[in-house]
């Protein structure tokens, strides 16, 4: 299915959950790379999640634990146009399953890289901030459809991830793809399941997935005068036509 705006989410339920073990962000095995004009797709079909349910758990008011969903990293060197799919893949490693309900959110930002210390939800610096914000005690760092942030143990300034759109999959069908419009940057994609209840499965098996960035190509400043011109020609030969 496509969706880039619209989202039909799946029913909520009150849920009281412990901490989940402590995970760091990172992007080993998930980095898409670098795309300038000439555009270009990538694939990575083995990566997993634990349990089906981390992206939408990111919609609660007490946010969601970062490490049930998988980040992802690319760059642009130019505003273009990205187009991400991401479909269950019950071979992706050795332990995974099938039956992901997949969905991702697009941030601009990166999660602190080495050499320095990596982000996660419970260093005592993203604690401090998730206390500020006030309201309920938070569950984790990450927002499914908003701005977040977190930082590491050496207390770096925040990573701040600015919400860019998301997608998720709405038929339950296994497949979600959106598109979207991106000003030249780095990006963060996190990836996770879209079934809110399954939270209720004790076991939470790893959940095998496959995601494929594909960029668009931007024209060169050459061919796009060309093609302007040549739309022009067309427009005054048409007009003559009717006159005739």
Do not use: C
């Not at 919400?163 to 069908?173: E, H, I, P, Q, S």
């Amino acid at each position: 299915m496509f969706k880039t705006q619209a989202l039909t989410l799946v029913s909520a339920v009150a849920l009281s959950l412990p901490f989940a073990a402590e995970a760091h962000v990172g992007y080993g095995g998930r980095d898409f790379g670098s795309f300038d004009a000439s555009g270009g797709s990538v694939t990575i079909a083995n990566q997993a999640v634990s349990g089906n349910f981390g992206w939408a758990d990111g919609l609660d008011a007490d946010f969601g634990d970062s490490h049930r969903v998988r980040a992802f990293r690319f760059s642009l060197t130019t505003d273009t146009m990205v187009t991400l799919s991401v479909s269950a893949n019950a071979g992706a490693t050795a332990t995974s399953v099938g039956g992901l309900i997949p969905a991702f959110s697009i941030y601009e930002g990166l999660a602190h890289l080495a050499p320095l210390g990596a982000d996660y939800d419970y260093s005592s610096a993203t604690q401090a901030y998730l206390a500020s914000l006030g309201g309920v005690p938070k569950e984790g760092s990450f927002r499914a459809m908003n701005d977040w942030s977190m930082t590491n143990d050496a207390g770096d300034p925040l990573t701040n991830f600015l919400f860019r759109g998301y997608a998720a999959d709405t038929d339950l069908n296994g497949v979600v793809t959106g598109s979207f419009s991106l000003a030249a940057g780095d990006y963060s994609v996190f990836i996770g399941g879209g079934n809110y209840i399954s939270q209720l499965d004790a076991t939470r098996p790893s959940y095998g997935l496959s995601a494929t960035l594909a960029v668009a190509a931007v024209p060169e400043p050459e061919t796009h005068a060309l093609l302007l011109s040549g739309l022009g020609l067309i427009s005054v030969a048409a007009r003559r036509r009717m006159k005739g």
